[in-house]
């Protein structure tokens, strides 16, 4: 019996890779990990600078932890997570976790971090209500993905935080395009196959995390295989990650 190309997923496109630099700006320790790394392992091996940028620590995500110890396990599980990864700069914002709230505050903090890396293109994650279907995204990864994307245009223009620019720091319109993983509206996605194992490392350096979470039997090489293959098959290779693709030009 035949198949009808109707019911065949929709084919990705690949990523652009004609970019130096890039700003990962995402709500917590792990988002990263959890939708992107192997991307961010396949740039860096290519010589690209990533950046990452954590909006909150994370801090209220195990129950078991008081806050503030919580936060110096998570930071320190991040900052050898990216370094898995070939990332060498790890900010932390140092939002409270869990409340983020998307407004002009969280613009103006964003569009300071996207002002000082100069970055090619912005990582962030799904901005959307849900991951499709009825599962409800979290309401940090919204609003944190939201502000993302009005941040960069902020960030460009310099009557907006214009107070921000002394000492040297200047407007920064040169951010190409976002891209949101995670999401369900994703048109594009880049090859994570000879990088992947490096992905299910840097997911599985967040240990304490998962184990707060209760996830006795957590395996983050089949979690990760999960999306990865699906998306690769979408792009013709063995793995993948998949991005939401939001140009910044005037009409795109």
């Known amino acids: 019996m035949s198949t009808d ?3 065949r997923p929709t084919p990705l496109e690949p990523l652009r890779e004609d970019w130096d630099s890039a700003l990962c700006l995402v709500a917590h320790p792990d988002d990263m990990e959890f939708g992107a790394a192997a991307a961010v392992a396949r740039w860096t091996e290519q010589g690209k600078r990533v950046v990452y940028g954590m909006v909150t620590s994370g801090e209220a995500g195990i129950d078991g932890l008081e806050p503030e110890e919580c936060r110096r396990v ?12 070939g990332v060498d700069v790890v900010e932390f914002l140092g939002l409270p976790d869990g409340v983020v709230e998307y407004g002009v505050d969280l613009r103006r903090r964003l ?17 959307r209500e849900t991951w499709g279907g009825r599962s409800r995204n979290q309401a940090d990864h919204v609003a944190v993905g939201r502000a993302v994307l009005d941040a960069v245009p902020d960030a460009g223009n310099r009557w907006v935080f214009r107070e921000q620019l002394v000492d040297g ?4 319109d040169g951010v190409r395009e976002v891209w949101l993983f995670g999401s369900p509206a994703a048109t594009h996605a ?12 840097s997911l599985e350096a967040h240990r304490a995390y ?35 693709v939001w140009p910044t030009g ?3």
Do not use: C, K, M
Request: charged fraction near 30%; avoid cysteine.
């Open 5 to 7: 190309a109707s019911d």
């Open 74 to 85: 998570r930071e320190a599980e991040q900052v050898e997570s990216a370094r898995l990864v």
């Open 111 to 127: 569009a300071e971090v996207i002002r000082r890396h100069r970055p090619d293109v912005v990582i962030t994650g799904n901005h």
């Open 169 to 172: 720091l200047e407007r920064w």
């Open 190 to 201: 880049v090859d994570t196959t000879a990088t992947f194992a490096r992905g299910v490392a």
């Open 210 to 244: 998962i184990e707060g979470l209760g996830w006795a039997d957590f395996d983050a090489h089949e979690f990760l295989e999960g999306t990865s293959r699906p998306t690769g098959a979408r792009l013709g290779t063995t793995y993948g990650a998949a991005f939401e």
């Open 250 to 252: 005037w009409g795109e």
